[in-house]
Nanobody, 116 residues
Framework: VQLQASGGGLVQAGGSLRLSCAAS????????MGWFRQAPGKEREFVAG????????AYADSVKGRFTISRDNAKNTVYLQMNSLKPEDTAVYYC??????????WGQGTLVTVSS
């Protein structure tokens, strides 16, 4: 499984970005998917997750109400819509997949920078 994240960039506080993660493999629709992030000098942290069907989602408290994770199994793609961005959302965002175990496959990351 290969994961290719895109959509990062520079945005002002209060703005929005949508991250995308394209996955290879014919069984994408059977994977749980998620997003993690790592800010400079900080530990990597969970941001959001979604089940294989998209029927259930989970979010870190810090992003609830602002971020939305979704997926399109026909396009082998998972998305992270990020609204009301804050400077503390600045981080490298990683797309992850649960293939054999929870979040065992990771993409290369995409940088999101939120200016104040």
């Amino acid at each position: 499984v290969q994961l290719q994240a895109s959509g990062g960039g520079l945005v002002q506080a209060g703005g929005s970005l949508r991250l995308s993660c394209a996955a290879s493999g014919r069984t994408f629709s059977s994977y749980g998917m998620g997003w993690f992030r790592q800010a400079p000098g900080k530990e990597r942290e969970f941001v959001a997750g979604i089940t294989w069907s998209g029927g259930s989602t989970a979010y870190a408290d810090s992003v609830k109400g602002r971020f939305t994770i979704s997926r399109d199994n026909a396009k082998n793609t998972v998305y992270l819509q990020m609204n009301s961005l804050k400077p503390e959302d600045t981080a490298v965002y990683y797309c992850v997949a649960s293939v054999r175990t929870t979040y065992d496959y990771w993409g290369q990351g995409t940088l999101v920078t939120v200016s104040s």
